[in-house]
């Protein structure tokens, strides 16, 4: 298919998991795609998996900062953008009574705070007909423990596609989230926790998916994809759900 054929796309969080999965997608449908991440040795790397047309950019996307320089980037160069994925994010996992002011602030500042200013300073770039899709999570439907901060900070780009969706609709944008249950991604191995833990909250996140297994970066990548596509253009302000059945059966 060709569903992105002579169309720009940006992927923040673009050299690994999910968002590597999505701008490979978007590639292979023809589409111009611009990569941000912070190791630009990773994005490198990304780059050249995805191809010569490819722009990869290293970028903080808890940074207020590096959002709007990702925006004059990008005009400089004369790219106007059609499909954002707003994918970039942290999780870190602690229980409640353990959780700092340090382990809020990272996870507000990239997950939230990043995400609101990197959407707001891209406005002026997207064209008529755009549609932006946030990486959510089903952790803001469940009674995780130890995902507190981490929930919340879903949580709030949930509730934001739904208001930007509102403000930024008549001037044909359009704003969804894919909130993804478990996926087998590098994510897992920073969440935090030793490798006896890790091992442990694996083995009882997978208990609780009705499929039987996690779920594979491609399977959220084309999720993506559809709302990105002209084919959803009636999908506005709405969360998909991609988790197996975790969180709905």
């Known amino acids: 298919m060709t569903r992105f054929q002579n169309k720009s796309v940006l992927v923040t969080g673009g050299s690994s998991g999910i968002g590597f999965a999505a701008a490979k997608a978007f590639a292979d449908e023809g589409a111009r795609v611009v990569i941000t991440g912070r190791d630009a040795a990773a994005l490198e790397t990304a780059r050249d998996a995805l191809g010569a047309d490819t722009v990869a950019i290293q970028n903080d996307a808890g940074s207020i900062g590096a959002a709007r320089e990702l925006a004059a980037a990008l005009s400089a160069a004369g790219i106007r953008l059609d499909a954002v994925f707003i994918n970039a994010g942290t999780a870190k996992f602690a229980p409640f009574v353990d959780v700092d002011e340090a382990l809020w602030d990272a996870t507000f500042n990239t997950n939230v705070k990043g995400a609101y200013f990197q959407i707001q300073s891209l406005v002026p770039l997207l064209n008529r007909g755009a549609s932006?899709?946030?990486?959510?999570?089903?952790?803001?439907?469940?009674?995780?423990?130890?995902?507190?901060?981490?929930?919340?900070?879903?949580?709030?780009?949930?509730?934001?596609?739904?208001t930007l969706s509102a403000e930024l609709l008549p001037h044909g944008i359009r704003v969804n989230v894919v909130s993804p249950g478990p996926v087998q991604t590098p994510l897992y191995g920073k969440l935090g926790l030793d490798a006896a833990a890790l091992e442990a909250t694996a083995a009882q996140i997978l208990s609780q998916v009705p499929a039987g297994r996690f779920g594979t970066p491609e399977e959220i990548a084309s999720t993506v994809l559809h709302l990105s596509a002209t084919e959803s253009a009636f999908i506005v302000g709405t969360e998909i759900i991609v988790d197996g059945g975790m969180s709905q059966l």
């Open 132 to 162: 932006i899709v946030i990486n959510g999570s089903i952790n803001a439907r469940l009674g995780m423990p130890s995902s507190s901060v981490y929930a919340a900070s879903k949580a709030a780009v949930i509730s934001l596609a739904k």
